[in-house]
């Protein structure tokens, strides 16, 4: 995702602030406000970490490692320049380093060792740019996009990432290109956001097996953002710029539902377990909840900081990880059964 605010309307409600919100059968209260080491402002992707219950965040410069047992910081990774999207597999942590086209810039996928938290190899990417990254862990693969370039890079995964193929994106003339994907391992597949398209890329052959234009204006933070997938209604989320969320049909990519959001969403995390879909957006100070299975917006939290624009789930706890980067924290929410 590219550096900045993302447009949308600044909302803070007192009620919100003060009462915890609802949503399909559940409220969410504060149990926690984690402060992050690095400087405040926009940093980039949320992950949980299923392997080891760590949460890594992309600060401006460098990654934060929070374990969840504690929820503080274990761990501040410095030296990483301008981190996108992270991932992980059983021995690493993959960050995208995006400095941007330019003399002496820094655009590489980044590898970190999860024993020493040191960082062990610094692969440079074909295109400039990169933003989302994503591990294959059956097939020891890592996915990367290039903004600049519009192409999506594929590496063998490890202490030192060797590149395999470069793959095309659609549009071939993209103005703000890709941004944050899906991928979906048992389906073979990556929903990947490009200006205004969603498009289905099969993960073993780059082909672009659907595509479909959600016909959102494109803005400088572009058009389709942050997605996710759900496998029991075959779905997949698709939060825009422009305050709407499309739900698309995971196979034909036909919109099946076009919902309101408080703000412009930049990542999109899934709670499978209690089917609940989360927005977070920058501009708005918090995030939107969707009920997955009937399809409707079942509340807003608000954080009350900018740049609320990024966030993740610990699924087996439930606890929501919501990153506000003008603050340099993470507020942790817990959805409580009413």
Do not use: C
């Amino acid at each position: 995702m590219r550096r900045g605010f993302v447009i949308a309307a600044l909302l803070a409600s007192t009620a919100l602030l003060t009462a915890p919100a609802m949503a399909a059968g559940y409220k969410f209260d504060k149990v926690g406000t984690i402060n992050l080491q690095g400087q405040k402002g926009h940093g980039d992707i949320v992950t949980y970490d299923r392997s080891n219950g760590m949460v890594y965040v992309s600060m401006p410069q460098g990654l934060d490692v929070i374990d969840t047992k504690t929820n503080k910081v274990a761990q501040f990774i410095q030296n990483v320049p301008s981190p996108n999207g992270n991932d992980y597999d059983s021995k690493y942590v993959y960050v995208a380093a995006g400095d941007g086209a330019g003399a002496g810039k820094v655009n590489a996928v980044v590898v970190i060792d999860k024993k020493t938290w040191k960082e062990v190899a610094r692969v440079n990417t074909k295109g400039t740019s990169p933003d989302w990254l994503a591990v294959d862990r059956r097939s020891h693969v890592v996915y990367t996009d290039s903004d600049d370039a519009n192409q999506m890079e594929v590496y063998k995964a490890g202490a030192k990432p060797a590149l395999e193929h470069v793959w095309a994106l659609y549009p071939a003339n993209a103005k703000s290109g890709p941004d944050v994907a899906a991928f979906v391992g048992k389906a073979h597949a990556i929903y990947q956001s490009d200006d205004s398209f969603v498009l289905k890329v099969n993960a073993k052959t780059g082909a672009i097996e659907a595509k479909t234009d959600v016909g959102v204006p494109l803005t400088k933070k572009g058009g389709t953002k942050g997605e996710v997938y759900d496998a029991k209604t075959q779905t997949v989320w698709v939060g825009t710029t422009d305050k709407t969320m499309i739900v698309l049909d995971a196979n034909t990519l036909a919109v099946k539902a076009k919902l309101p959001q408080t703000g412009g969403v930049d990542q999109v995390a899934f709670d499978p377990g209690l089917g609940l879909v989360y927005a977070f957006e920058g501009g708005a100070k918090g995030f939107d909840v969707y009920d997955a299975k009937t399809m409707k917006q079942v509340a807003f939290v608000s954080t009350g900081i900018g740049n609320t624009h990024t966030g993740d789930v610990d699924t087996r706890t439930h606890a929501v990880y919501a990153y506000a980067g003008d603050g340099a924290v993470v507020d942790v929410f817990k959805p409580v059964k009413e």
